[in-house]
């Protein structure tokens, strides 16, 4: 009898047993199709590419590795922190300065072939320049012509995340008078110009001064902010770890089921990080209704908010008299100054966006769209006179049109690597034209 019992025992554990490695291999073989529907990959044979859900995360703009990676400063507005965004590998940072860069500033020539170039503007700005830290592909598409042949390009970062004229015309400035030299300098702008500033606008925030969307949280934070807006603060750092902690997990699964479930908790991670910047936004605003008043920190407010007609026509004179101080200052000193306006996928041309495009790069709820659809031609109109103040000023905003690939990243305005070799390209020969014209 027992012998019976003890067998039926047996079977039913067995029946379990075989029952659970079923349903293990059920769930495995559904992440497996789940992970290769999603990464166009088998997860077995995966390589150490970065994680699609990793890209969704700095698409809408989470940073892991820390809360607030920028920090006011007295002359530019803001900076990235030093030390930040390091690549050993590339020899990249954030240098004492605050732009991400190979080099400290300023950086002195070791030998006569060297051919500075300086990089200003915003994001796009930025990205080309570590683009060519990573490719050198300006560099290359430079040197392949016969006048830059035997010169050894060094691409100097002064472009940031937001920065719009007239902070390009103040940190060039700070940098001759700091002694820093240069052969050639690139503007790269016109977005954050027109999609930033009108922001400003609708804050009633001086049009001139840096963007309000990277003042307002340094600003915040020199403010008397309340003990809920802390306690919103705690919870979206905390959340940060937990997600940092989830991406380090998911890129160290051997199962497909361990990634699937993963993925499914760093996504729920992403959602209530956002509800917490919301809920922060909120309580900051209603801690400090006159931050002006709160904070330690000055920054000028509008008398009223500017019609749009008006307010447009400001943010256009901002960048023409900018763009024709750099030239003039840079003439002086017979350095070339080469302006461009960077392409966008909210001003309409004769694009036509992929299928990947329409869902990554085109938002209905940008903030960006009105200042790009309406701000874009008020600063195209002014390229002629800058061409007659003999700038060198050109408009990229058409170079994608021919490009049938993919080239936008995010709902922004930022490039993929298609993107941005098109731009390097476009750069490079334009570049060239002005110098052969002038000899």
């Known amino acids: 009898m027992k012998d019976s019992t003890l067998q039926k025992s047996k079977n039913i554990l067995t029946l379990i047993a075989v029952n659970l490695a079923i349903a293990f291999i059920c769930l495995e073989a559904l992440s497996l199709a789940f992970y290769f529907i999603n990464q166009k990959q088998f997860f077995y044979t995966r390589t150490k590419a970065k994680e699609k859900v990793v890209e969704d995360i700095e698409r809408i703009g989470i940073r892991l590795d820390e809360s607030i990676v920028e920090r006011l400063h007295p002359f530019f507005g803001y900076v990235l922190k030093q030390g930040a965004f ?50 050198q592909r300006f560099s290359k598409k430079l040197q392949s012509y016969p006048e830059f042949a035997d010169r050894e390009i060094v691409l100097l970062n002064f472009g940031n995340g937001g920065y719009k004229q ?95 479930v993963t993925s499914l908790r760093v996504k729920q991670l992403v959602n209530n990080y956002q509800q917490a910047v919301v809920k922060y936004d909120a309580q900051v605003k209603q801690s400090n209704p006159d931050s002006a008043n709160s904070s330690i920190v000055y920054i000028p407010k509008a008398e009223s908010v500017l019609q749009e007609a008006a307010a447009f026509d400001k943010m256009a004179s901002i960048w023409y008299e900018s763009s024709i101080g750099m030239n003039q200052i840079l003439s002086s000193r017979n350095i070339k100054y080469f302006h461009f306006i960077q392409p966008n996928q909210y001003y309409p041309t004769k694009r036509v966006f992929t299928a990947k495009e329409k869902e990554i790069a085109i938002s209905k709820d940008s903030p960006y769209i009105a200042g790009v659809n309406k701000g874009y031609p008020v600063l195209l109109s002014k390229v002629n006179d800058l061409q007659k103040a003999q700038v060198n000023v050109f408009s990229a905003v058409n170079i994608l049109d021919n490009t049938k690939d993919t080239v936008y990243k995010d709902a922004c305005c930022h490039y993929n690597s298609v993107g941005e070799e098109v731009l390097a390209n476009y750069i490079s020969s334009s570049i060239i034209k002005v110098v052969r014209k002038s000899k």
């Open 166 to 260: 007239p902070q390009q015309l103040l940190i060039l400035n700070y940098f001759l008078a700091l002694g820093q030299e240069l052969d050639l300098v690139i503007n790269i702008d016109g977005f954050n110009e027109v999609a930033l500033s009108n922001l400003n606008n609708k804050a009633q925030l001086e049009i001139g001064m840096p963007s309000v969307q990277h003042l307002q949280p340094l600003t915040s934070l020199a403010s008397n902010v309340s003990p809920e807006a802390m306690t919103s603060i705690v919870n979206i750092n905390e959340t940060k770890k937990q997600l940092k902690a989830g991406i380090d997990k998911l890129q160290n699964c051997q199962l497909a089921l361990c990634h699937a």
């Open 86 to 135: 390091t690549n050993e590998k590339l020899k990249l940072k954030v240098n004492k300065h605050g732009f991400f860069s190979q080099y400290e500033y300023p950086f002195i020539k070791t030998n006569k072939k060297q051919f500075i170039i300086g990089v200003f503007g915003g994001s796009v700005a930025n990205n080309f320049a570590v683009d060519e830290y990573k490719n």
